[in-house]
């Protein structure tokens, strides 16, 4: 599918179904005619395809949907449901049997996050987005950063190290933070993440990211404060403490980590 629309001009949509055409109503299908498919992106259970004047067309495919790619010389395809030809002559068709995969459109900007938030490494992860995840999150803050809907992929020792990073107590309020304090909250999720171990599982090796604060040698694993109770902080030297909070143990630092 990839291969057939990427950088390809849309010449036609046509929706063949009637739960396809709830989701992607005539006239939205029609606009996307005559734009170009800049990127094609998978993440997690939704594709994206991303438009040359910044809107975004994702596709679901639930249960039983698939993709048919074939020249438009050909035949369509059984159980066809949605139909995008590209100026080149190629078609794309999703079919799906039980018609509940889904074709809709976003605007430009539009914060439409799936059930499965961005992963810190992601490019995207920034803090105006992190900020917009955490908009209808009332608790604490670092419950929040372990529900994967808002960060994908950040655990409960990676979420203390962040917030000990970003200076950011594990109790203040997540949809109270400012942009300023979630955009270093993103960057302190990317570096510890960068630094740790498991980076090799992104893909990445740990970098010098050359940042202000050593990394504290407590333990094996070289953590801040996690499971450095009592221990003195890295940054500012005040002992490290630890609390239970949503059934796990956080480890923070009483002082320079701020509500
Ligand atoms: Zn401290």
Request: glycine residues 8%; contains cysteine.
């Amino acid at each position: 599918m990839r291969g057939a629309i990427e950088g390809e001009y849309i010449a036609l949509v046509r929706t063949l179904h009637a739960s396809a055409a709830r989701a992607l109503p005539e006239q939205a299908a029609q606009s996307l005619v005559g734009h170009r498919v800049v990127r094609v992106e998978r993440r997690a259970k939704y594709q994206l395809l991303h438009l040359d004047d910044g809107r975004t067309i994702e596709v679901h495919f639930k249960m039983t949907g698939d993709w048919a790619v074939g020249p438009v010389t050909l035949p369509p395809p059984a159980l066809e449901r949605v139909r995008i030809e590209t100026a080149h002559g190629m078609r794309i068709s999703l079919v799906d049997g039980r018609a509940f995969a889904v074709v809709r459109v976003h605007e430009a900007g539009a914060t439409f996050l799936p059930e499965l938030g961005l992963e810190p490494l992601d490019v995207h992860f920034t803090g105006e987005l992190l900020r917009s995840a955490l908009a209808n999150k009332r608790g604490p803050i670092k419950p929040a950063l372990l529900d994967q809907r808002v960060v994908a992929g950040l655990g409960n020792i990676y979420a203390a190290e962040a917030l000990w990073e970003a200076a950011i107590h594990p109790l203040a309020r997540a949809n109270r933070l400012s942009l300023v304090r979630t955009t270093r909250l993103a960057e302190a999720a990317r570096l510890v993440l960068e630094r740790a171990p498991a980076a090799r599982y992104y893909g990445k090796r740990a970098t010098d990211t050359g940042h202000a604060y050593a990394i504290g040698d407590g333990g094996d694993e070289g953590w801040n404060v996690y499971d450095r109770e009592g221990e003195p902080c890295p940054r500012c030297a005040a002992p490290v403490r630890r609390m239970p909070q949503a059934g796990r143990s956080t480890y923070y630092c009483g002082r320079c980590q701020r509500v």
